[in-house]
């Protein structure tokens, strides 16, 4: 079955410190993957996306997430946190199946950066 | 240039009853996508509209059931209410292109009692 996994339901960090928020899938093909961010009582935010290219993306708000093909990961990271990064993260990963292109997204990661 | 809007933004309802939520996408996306949120499940896929067809469905009862109209604007309704439907309800429309991302109204908080 086609599944993402974000395998960490909260992550904790130090304002200043390297942030990273895994994710994982399993999808037949080449799925495209995506990285979207949920603040309080709004809806997903786009971060960033890789289609196809330099493993490394960049995205919105300082954070980027490497694409590792063989270990089929996803993760997203930042160099430094910000408090303001607290949120919930969302990884997506839209892949072609039968009905068309379907998005799967992972169950989240809630993000605490602590001043 | 507008986000896409949703309205209402809160809903309560019975158990039995039905409910029927909009969606107004981005300016020229023509491209429309459902969720339902929960704690427990995460975000569900419901089902996607493009130019008035339903493209793709997700493995929801027959009680959710959706359209599109010609403006790309969007309504999804859900009938006989259960208690189990309480959610956020997320509507996200996108440009053309399977690698294009979508943007994500605030949603519609439905509460069953």
């Known amino acids: 079955a086609q599944s993402v996994a974000q395998p960490e339901d909260q992550v904790n960090v130090a304002e200043g410190n390297p942030l990273t928020v895994k994710c994982t899938y399993s999808v037949s093909g080449n799925p495209y993957l995506f990285w979207y961010v949920q603040y309080p009582n709004r809806g997903l935010q786009f971060l960033l996306k890789?289609?196809?290219?330099?493993?490394l993306v960049k995205g919105s708000y300082g954070f980027e997430a490497e694409f590792n093909k063989s270990q089929t990961s996803f993760h997203l990271k930042k160099p430094s946190a910000l408090v303001s990064d607290s949120a919930l993260y969302f990884c997506?990963?839209?892949?072609?199946?039968?009905?068309?292109?379907?998005?799967?997204f992972g169950a989240g990661t809630r993000l605490f950066v602590k001043a | 240039k507008a986000g896409v809007t949703q309205t209402p933004r809160y809903l309560i309802k019975t158990r039995g009853q039905q409910v029927t939520l909009s969606c107004s996408p981005i300016?020229?996306?023509?491209?429309v996508s459902w969720y339902q949120q929960t704690p427990g499940q995460g975000l569900q896929f419901l089902f996607e509209y493009f130019s008035e067809t339903q493209r793709n469905k997700g493995n929801f009862p027959g009680r959710f059931s959706g359209r599109q109209f010609s403006n790309s604007r969007s309504e999804m309704n859900v009938s006989t209410l259960e208690l189990g439907d309480s959610a956020l309800y997320l509507c996200?429309?996108?440009?053309?292109?399977?690698?294009?991302?979508?943007?994500f109204g605030d949603g519609t908080r439905l509460s069953i009692l």
């Open positions: 890789y289609i196809t290219g330099d493993n």
């Open positions: 996200a429309s996108s440009l053309e292109g399977w690698d294009q991302p979508q943007h």
């Open positions: 300016s020229g996306h023509r491209s």
């Open positions: 997506a990963v839209r892949h072609l199946n039968t009905g068309g292109f379907k998005t799967i």
